[in-house]
């Protein structure tokens, strides 16, 4: 597909760099934090595609993805609520001096397809989106974009019926200008590759890969809802979603594969010492980084890319599982292209996806109290929160993820409430200005 890349907005550094170097594009067309981005200022574009967390479509209460705050009267409202054309006031006093900083990249991508009008586009998002816990909002997603001039084509599709062995379900939403829209796009129809887990797997790979017998024992005692050894991947599988944890990472969706079994097997039966015997007898391994890139559908090339740029192995990992499966973009593409061939004349595209950790690179965040109400910090949820000072964490949180505060080099003091029972591995590494952590006994 030919096409000109007019910009692309990501506000996490090294996935711009491995995006600038697999598109082979200067990173001076990042446009970075989109928040700060003049919609009216940008360049020409006929294609936007984008993507968001689903958090953004809940409407309210503690998950609300996207929350603004009026500066008047202090009033919170989720702007999703809010019709476009009134929703920079505030719906309590009509104060126009509001603070956006709790925005979501919907609202934000909402924004840009409202100013500059694309020909066409595609959103991404996880198949819950669909559910009833986001079936209003999604509905007011949708009515938006219709008030906007454009017709809207959605469904929930398996990459795994479209060319790379991976079940991995999420929505692909496309959007036309009704004006140029002739009515003839339908979704791509799924068929059987034939691919399965052998056919991207390496035959040797180094031994770091495979699970050790300690960690084997280890894994067995977890206690979490997921248990890897009762879902482990064989040489004819179909890989389960590779999520933004990575599929290398040490957690309970973990995937793991032997080539000593031929499909996905529950490995957690008989005693304690049987089954632990029988998994070591496996060598089970998690992915390859590069195993990672293959299963969502990029070539080696492209990984190599990757590597050239000195992005490290564990963004590597999540790199993979924050991506859209490559195969199912171009199938949609594809059918797109059939039913009207001329929205790819002259493609000039503007791309928004977003890095993944919730407080990810807050460079100016200082100190956070975290209340009784919150019961987890997940897996990078701080991380490389460099001006971050202190933490106090509730009595209500049972679980710290991983890389919760990775790099936070300023970090000096953390004081962890006693509910929690476990840290994940790296949450405080490399937080070289700590001095003080007070770990309470029920931590296992």
């Known amino acids: 597909m030919k096409y000109t890349l007019v910009n692309f907005c990501e506000f996490n550094e090294s996935a711009a760099r491995s995006y600038s ?27 936007i595609c984008g993507g968001s967390p689903c958090q953004d ?26 019709h476009y054309s009134k929703r920079d006031c505030c719906p309590n006093c009509g104060s126009k001096n509001i603070d956006k900083t709790r925005s979501s990249l919907l609202v934000e991508w909402l924004r840009i397809v409202r100013a500059n009008k ?35 084509y959605y469904k929930v599709l398996n990459s795994k019926d479209y060319g790379v062995p991976q079940g991995r379900e999420r929505v692909y939403l496309i959007i036309i200008r009704k004006d140029i829209d002739n009515g003839k796009f339908r979704c791509p129809k799924p068929f059987d590759s034939g691919l399965r887990l052998k056919d991207i797997v390496d035959d040797i790979v180094d031994e770091k890969y495979y699970l050790t017998d300690k960690q084997i024992e280890s894994i067995y005692h977890w206690k979490a809802y997921q248990r890897p050894f009762e879902r482990i991947c064989g040489r004819n599988s179909i890989c389960p979603t590779i999520t933004a944890r990575g599929a290398g990472e040490y957690h309970s969706g973990m995937v793991l594969y032997s080539d000593k079994l031929d499909t996905n097997t529950n490995c957690e039966k008989g005693t304690e010492a049987e089954t632990i015997a029988y998994i070591k007898s496996l060598h089970p391994r998690v992915l390859t980084e590069k195993e990672s890139f293959r299963v969502m559908g990029f070539d080696d090339e492209d990984y190599s890319n990757v590597v050239r740029v000195g992005i490290r192995p564990r963004e590597q990992y999540r790199q993979s599982g924050n991506s859209i499966a490559v195969n199912v973009l171009y199938c949609i593409y594809k059918e797109l292209y059939k039913a009207m061939p001329y929205l790819f004349d002259d493609l000039k595209v503007s791309s928004y996806f977003s890095g993944i950790g919730a407080f990810e690179n807050c460079y100016s965040l200082n100190s956070i109290s975290i209340p009784d109400s919150v019961t987890s910090i997940g897996y990078g949820a701080f991380e490389e929160c460099s001006s971050l000072t202190s933490v106090t964490i509730g009595n209500d949180v049972t679980s710290i993820g991983w890389y919760a505060f990775y ?16 840290i994940g591995g790296y949450a405080f590494y490399n937080c070289t200005s700590l001095t003080s952590i007070t770990i309470p006994d029920s931590v296992t």
């Not at 990173?27 to 020409?44: A, F, M, P, R, Y």
């Not at 020909?119 to 986001?134: A, Q």
């Open 407 to 422: 790099n936070c080099t300023s970090l000096a003091s953390v004081t962890i409430g006693n509910g929690v029972t476990s």
């Open 57 to 82: 479509f809940s409407l309210a209460g503690k998950q609300a993805g996207s929350m603004w705050e009026c500066k008047d009267c202090g009033h919170e409202y989720n702007p999703l609520t809010a």
């Open 21 to 47: 170097a697999i598109h082979n594009e200067p990173l001076s067309k990042n446009l970075g934090d989109i928040t700060k981005v003049d919609e009216t200022k940008l360049d020409s574009f006929n294609m």
């Open 118 to 152: 694309p020909n066409w586009g595609i959103y991404e998002n996880v198949k819950n989106l669909l559910g009833s816990k986001f079936k209003a909002s999604f509905e007011m997603f949708i009515k938006e974009l219709n008030e906007y001039g454009y017709n809207t």
